[in-house]
């Protein structure tokens, strides 16, 4: 079965610090997908990033970055440079195995709160 | 703009009651999702549609029913026989019922028992 789990339930930060929000899955299939979302208090959840399990690259995009690691099986979230407007609840979602239908099983999700 | 569009926002159910959330997706999506939230938790799915006139049930199914009549349109209807229905509820839709999809989100709708 799979599993998301996200540790951190809640973070604070002080604007302009860095800060990595913690995801680790269980799986049992080769093939699969991770995401990660973001959920501002608004209540709908945006797409982040799409990963899939053959590449291992990490990713940037601004003040985003991904650390993708299938030894630790981990897939973990920094923001640099915090700002207010990263305020918000994210989410790290699975979706495994050829015929699943697009479902995502979905962490528990960490607040995070940047203070200014 | 295309996207989804849950309505109401906010709802309230009565004891005994069924009550249905709208909603509706101008994305041309295949497939459509309902979730539910409760505080301090993730997203456990309820009910999944890949194609019109099919749905599948989720992990947390009962007291729970849905209609997929339309491409467009997947209501949620929350029954008498779901004991503890207040929570926040979110619509998505994903171009395909595929895994590396990502999906749509509605705003959502809060829903409360009075």
């Known amino acids: 079965a799979q599993k998301v789990t996200q540790a951190q339930t809640e973070i604070s930060v002080v604007e302009k610090e860095d800060v990595t929000l913690d995801c680790v899955y269980e799986?049992?299939?080769?093939?699969?997908?991770l995401f990660w979302y973001k959920q501002p208090p608004s209540g709908e959840l945006v797409f982040l990033i799409r990963r899939n399990s053959f590449d291992e690259q990490n990713e940037i995009s601004g003040r985003y970055s991904w650390n993708f690691q299938k030894s630790t099986s981990s897939f973990n979230f920094t923001i640099t440079a915090s700002q207010v407007v990263d305020s918000a609840v994210y989410f790290c979602a699975l979706s495994e195995g050829r015929t699943n239908a697009g479902k995502s099983t979905f962490g528990d999700g960490t607040t995070l709160t940047v203070k200014p | 703009d295309g996207g989804i569009t849950q309505s109401p926002k906010y709802l309230f159910r009565k004891e005994g009651q069924n009550v249905t959330l709208s909603c509706e997706q101008n994305l041309n999506h295949d497939a459509m999702y309902w979730y539910r939230q409760d505080p301090g938790q993730g997203l456990r799915l309820i009910y999944y549609s890949q194609i019109v006139n099919d749905f599948q049930k989720g992990d947390i199914a009962e007291g729970y029913s849905v209609s997929r009549e339309k491409k467009e349109s997947f209501p949620l209807t929350v029954t008498s026989a779901q004991k503890n229905p207040t929570a926040f509820y979110l619509c998505?839709?994903?171009?395909?019922?595929?895994?590396?999809?990502?999906?749509?989100f509605g705003d959502g709708t809060r829903l409360s028992i009075l």
């Open positions: 799986t049992r299939d080769t093939t699969y997908y």
């Open positions: 998505a839709s994903s171009m395909k019922s595929n895994l590396n999809q990502p999906q749509h």
